[in-house]
């Protein structure tokens, strides 16, 4: 985006005022964390989402709620803390705000209470995307989510800058695709793939497919380097 021309500014937003010609003048904290201020055309707020649950009562239930994010907190198998109510999607507790996820934890619920199925939705492994102009995907851990759950220093994190063949021609885009792999230093096992690329989203799910297919329910490093790939594509670089 930066290549682009978009200017970025690492900072900390304190209050928006209108300006008389209709404007939006931002007063921020910038890198010097002196107050700074510039003005806008137009801004778009990307703060996610918050559940509002006052209209529903469910305070005089008694559930078990986040105390910062007001959602509700539920198990693996997406119940509550009331035994007879289930809660999916984004107004559940450490749960992607992505709508296929919310549908697959949805048909999966019904199944298990409606079918008897056993099945119970697999929140780790969700592919995601970002369609930013280069686009960002990733799925599994990322390096903070790999030391929660390993320890420092307990996996490997790989990552290279390349250039793939279809840039090959322009002159203008550099080495600025990337790929991170985040490896159990115990196993193996890679636990975690961020790609920043062309169709990153696309490639992302298609690969992960793919390696499932071919080694079962997790991946080795070790194994991805004894592959030979096509030149100049992510795994050739990986
Ligand atoms: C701007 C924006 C962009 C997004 N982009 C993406 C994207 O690109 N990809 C992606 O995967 N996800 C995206 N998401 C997230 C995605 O929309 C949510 O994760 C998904 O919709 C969650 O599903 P849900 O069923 O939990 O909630 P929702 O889809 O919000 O459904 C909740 C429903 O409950 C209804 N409702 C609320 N209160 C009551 C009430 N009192 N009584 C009855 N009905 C009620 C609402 O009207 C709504 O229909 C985006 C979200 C936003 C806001």
Request: hydrophobic share 35%; aromatic share 14%; net charge negative.
């Amino acid at each position: 985006m930066q290549s682009q021309g978009t200017e970025f500014i690492n900072s900390i937003p304190h209050s928006i005022e209108k300006t008389p010609t209709n404007q939006k003048k931002v007063l921020y904290e910038g890198s010097s964390k002196t107050p700074e201020s510039a003005i806008f055309d137009t801004i778009l707020l990307a703060v996610g989402r918050s559940p509002d649950f006052n209209l529903l009562n469910l305070k005089s239930l008694g559930f078990s709620q986040d105390k910062n994010t007001n959602k509700l907190i539920v198990n693996e198998a997406d119940c509550t803390s009331i035994s007879n109510i289930f809660c999916i999607g984004d107004c559940a507790f450490q749960r992607p705000e992505l709508t296929p996820s919310a549908i697959m934890a949805g048909r999966l619920l019904a199944r298990r209470l409606f079918a008897g199925s056993k099945t119970l939705m697999d929140y780790q492994d969700i592919a995601t995307t970002v369609f930013t102009p280069l686009e960002y995907a990733c799925v599994g851990l990322s390096e903070e989510k790999a030391e929660e759950k390993l320890g420092k220093g307990e996996f490997s994190v790989y990552h290279t800058y390349f250039k793939p063949l279809e840039w090959s021609f322009s002159s203008e885009k550099g080495d600025q695709c990337y790929v991170k792999v985040i490896v159990n230093k115990k196993d193996q096992k890679v636990m975690g793939v961020h790609y920043l690329g062309p169709n990153a989203g696309e490639v992302i799910q298609v690969s992960f497919e793919e390696f499932l297919f071919y080694f079962g329910d997790f991946l080795e490093k070790f194994k991805i380097k004894n592959l030979i790939f096509f030149e100049k594509t992510l795994y050739f670089f990986l």
